[in-house]
C-alpha cells in the first residue's frame, strides 16, 4: 500500500436544547461524493486549526449557527471515495447544542434539514447507517451526563 497523509475532519451532530430534537443535512444530488446521503454538519480541518476551532467554523459555515461542544461522540477513519491514500480521512466527531435556531442558514453544502427526534432517527436510519448510530450514541452520552455537567457546558466552553 502506498504511504500517503491523512485528511483531518470533524463532524458536528446538533441537538437543541428546546426539545432535544437532532439536526439531519441532506447532501445535494450534484456533490461529488456521497451525493443525496444524510449526514451532519462536518468539514475538514485548515491549516493551523485544531479540531473545536475547526468544529465552530463549520457550524457557522454550513449552518449560520453558533454551537455549544458538549461532547465528544467519537472518531471516525474513511476514504472519500476510492481506498487510496490521497482519500483517507480521520475525524472527531462532537455532540453539540444550540439553543436559538432562528439563524439556521443552510450553505450551498446541503439541500435540505429536518430536526428529528432519536426515535424518528433510528426509523430514517437504520442501523447499521452511521447516522442512526451516531444519534444513538448521542442519546446514550446525554442521558448518561449528570445535569451540572451539562449546564456546565451551557455556560462554558469544551475545550480548556
Not at 475538514?44 to 453558533?66: K, M, N, S, W
Not at 477513519?77 to 442558514?105: K, W
Request: proline share 3%; charged share 25%.
Amino acid at each position: 500500500m502506498a504511504v500517503g497523509r491523512f485528511l483531518a475532519m470533524v463532524g458536528v451532530l446538533v441537538w437543541r436544547r428546546l426539545d432535544g430534537k437532532y439536526l439531519v443535512l441532506r447532501r445535494p444530488d450534484t456533490r461529488d461524493w456521497a451525493a443525496g446521503e444524510w449526514e451532519c454538519a462536518s468539514g475538514r480541518l485548515e491549516q493551523g486549526e485544531d479540531f473545536i476551532q475547526a468544529a465552530r467554523r463549520e457550524a457557522l459555515e454550513e449552518l449560520g449557527l453558533e454551537v455549544r461542544i458538549e461532547f465528544l461522540l467519537g472518531t471516525t477513519h474513511f476514504y472519500r471515495g476510492d481506498a487510496l491514500p490521497e482519500n483517507e480521512m480521520i475525524g472527531v466527531i462532537f455532540g453539540c447544542t444550540v439553543g436559538d435556531i432562528t439563524g439556521l442558514d443552510l450553505s450551498y453544502e446541503h439541500s435540505a434539514h429536518h430536526w428529528v427526534t432519536a426515535e424518528e432517527a433510528q426509523s430514517l436510519f437504520p442501523i447499521p447507517h452511521f447516522m442512526g448510530r451516531l444519534i444513538a450514541r448521542a442519546e446514550t452520552f446525554r442521558s448518561l451526563m449528570p445535569r451540572e455537567l451539562r449546564q456546565q457546558y451551557w455556560k462554558g466552553d469544551f475545550d480548556f
